[in-house]
């Protein structure tokens, strides 16, 4: 062993450049693939850490309807024997603010829950006893992060916080984050009979008509969920069970990539699992073309190698220590790069964290179970990839190895034309790939339908709200505010879905919307179009309760004419539309366009600010005079101030996500795809130095001699251009049928990405070429 050791290392060192290049090219790519084997391992094993997840569904329509009424829990206890116990979980509509005595106070996430959540769901906990913590009212359950940030080090069960300046809530237990994804996130949570204390109006627990909960399900052994959920769509009452007629029970570790994440809720979290399995793409297509490289440069290598087997043959060495000898060092080189790759992922994952969006748990790296499968893994690759030359090598007569025999075979020139074209296949369509991403991305942030630039959204607190006249009024002091609107809309943020009576003309029909209130400067602030009739006033005392709907919900709808007509959004209130207005993206653009109506209320949770500035500076300082305006008034909570656009851009943090992860790994996957060809350009200038003096010495030019070097990467990025492009419109034709509204797939992005690859090559190996063509040629021809 120590012999083969030994002879590993002299034959990494007799090539230490493309050597080094190829293990560099593995480690990088084995950084690659581990960082995203274990993001897509996370994704795709989101609350498996549950104890009773296999018994855990949630009950919903999968196509519409995630939300059911509170009184359904009740109906369920009572007349579902299948059920074991049933858990009502709602979040609340706008962050609370939290306190604790003379601390600055600051907005946490918190959702409300029967006092059977921890019986259901499994939470380790650091204080206190989950299971009993939610039976008493006014009380809460907060996270380990929440109660250092609110208490410090010190104990938090049965200290006091108080919630929105107005509410006392105890703490009754502390628990620990979860290391493993979940759907569920929150920082605090809180019993059904504090919602009931904090948030008064009980029709939500008694109307089967109000819908503001998720209700997940225990059921016992041996029960069949689909006959559950057919059980209790019976339970509701006639009228309403048109909503739920596709409702059934979704389970728990099916959640996060399910059908109705379009429809979630503030404290639920989605996954996209088409973005999942792309990405695990990349991951084996950066594998491919590191071992590509692998191939590339032993293939190159083999000569010197034949040589050396046909040395140690005549001095004695027997076929199977030839063998051994050369899968060790292909182990060697493999096992050294995992290594490698193993450090750079703990050294480089906080600022990938940082760029990208990428979170995974670090620890899963270092488990004995992940180790083993590595290094099982990364044997089964250095054996599959060096095993058919060993054999080759080891089985040739010692004398055919002197003669250098072996290699001439016009196979192998073949097959690393192939795997080069194949490398050049991959780049080019990672390249339009990316570019796409690029374009679709750009596509839906800047074609919403409104305007974004010098809007500036403040979060309503109830200090503001309170004081909303006066804050108005000082806001139109200032000289740099241009307008001013008070709404329920923010970009990224839960819109309101009503179902309600429409009536035009006496005919009667039932509608469906999305809706939120603005007041009348809201369509000019935010650059809306007018498609029939009008706007309404803030002038006009008569136009309270007025409404203006879209163009969706014409079409939705099949409505020619809806001016005039009333919809029943109350029991005792009519809204009378009285204009339409062409189609915005108030959704994401992965969503189509739904009916919407917009009304003129006086609910309001943000103060939209279009402000008229002319540089930076000034900027700063309307923002600075903004912030203070808005903080004298509301000394007891914190004041949120957001630009517009960087709001639309957190409504499209998934994708823009998606975009910096896809564009720094296949930078990456490009760059060792430069590094192998590289290592190919020094290997084929190294076996023809002779043929380029005697070519120079006959008078051949250094362009000349370039051309000649190059020719063959330019000839194989044609042909790969060729095979990818039908390979990448296909790949991204795919993904582009996920967005409602998605760009062109345009001809120059392939173009481009060609280009690009042709590009990448000749900038890769001209300069060893032109190394090679300034070379004396006597130093090459002087011993021949």
Known sequence: MKNIFKWSIRNFLRNPVTNLINLLGLAVSLAMVIILSVYCYSELTVDHFQVKGDRIYLYGDKSDHIYTPGILKEQIDMDIAGVESSVRVGGSWEAPVFQVEHKEPFTSDLIFADEDFFRLFTYKAVEGNPETALKEPMTVVITMSLATKLFGNGQAVGKTLKMNNINDLTVSAVIEEQESISCFSFSAITSMATRKIVQPGGEEFADWGESNFQTFLLLRKGIVPDETAKSIFKLF??????????????????????????????????????????????????????????????????????????????????????????????????????????FLVLVVHPAIWNYAGLHFNTGIILTPGFIFISVTVTFLLSVFFSILPALRISSSGAIDNMKKTVIAHSGNSFFKSFLVTAQFAIAIVLIAYTILIQKQVNFGISNLGFNQENIIGIKLTPQLSENKEVFNKILLEEPYVKRISFTQYYPGKIISQWGAQLDIDGEKKQVDFDTFSADADFFELMGLQLSMGRFYSNDLSSDKGKILVNEAFLRENKISNPLGGKISMRADRYYEIIGVIKDFHFKSVTQPITPLVIRNDSYSSYCL????????????????????????????????????????????????????????????????????????????????????????????????????????????????????????????????????????????????????????????????????????????????
């Open 237 to 342: 009452p006639e009228e309403y069970q048109k909503y739920y007629k596709e409702a059934g029970l979704t389970p728990l570790k099916k959640i996060y990539f399910s059908e109705f994440t379009l429809f979630g809720s503030n404290y639920l979290r989605f996954g996209d699992k088409t973005k999942v399995m792309i990405l695990l793409m990349v991951a084996s297509l950066v594998l491919l073309i590191a071992l590509v490289n692998f191939i590339n440069i032993s293939l190159s290598q083999w000569l010197e190698k034949i040589r050396q087997i046909g040395v140690m043959k005549v001095i004695g060495a027997n076929r199977l220590t030839i063998f051994l000898n050369i899968l060790f060092e292909s182990f060697l080189l493999f096992i050294t790069a995992l290594i490698i790759s193993i």
């Open 609 to 784: 600010v279009n402000l008229q500035t002319a540089d930076f500076k000034s900027l700063n300082s309307a923002i600075h005079n903004l912030k203070a305006a808005a903080a004298e008034l509301s000394p007891s909570f914190p004041v949120e101030l957001v630009f517009f656009e960087q709001a639309v851009e957190n409504m499209y943090q998934s994708e823009l996500m998606f975009r910096r992860i896809f564009s720094l790994f296949s930078g990456c996957a490009i760059v060792i795809c430069c590094m192998g060809i590289l290592a190919m350009s020094l290997s084929a200038c190294k076996h023809r130095v002779k043929e380029i003096g005697i070519r120079k010495v006959n008078g051949a030019k250094v362009t000349e001699v370039m051309t000649m070097l190059n020719k063959d990467f330019v000839k194989w990025v044609a042909i790969a251009f060729i095979i990818a492009t039908p390979i990448s419109w296909f790949a991204m034709h795919k993904w582009l049928e996920d967005f409602a509204y998605k760009t062109n797939l345009s001809w120059w992005i392939f173009a481009l990405a060609g280009v690009l690859a042709l590009v990448i090559a000749l900038l890769t190996v001209s300069w060893q070429s032109w190394r090679a063509a300034t070379r004396n040629p006597v130093e090459a021809l002087r011993y021949e």
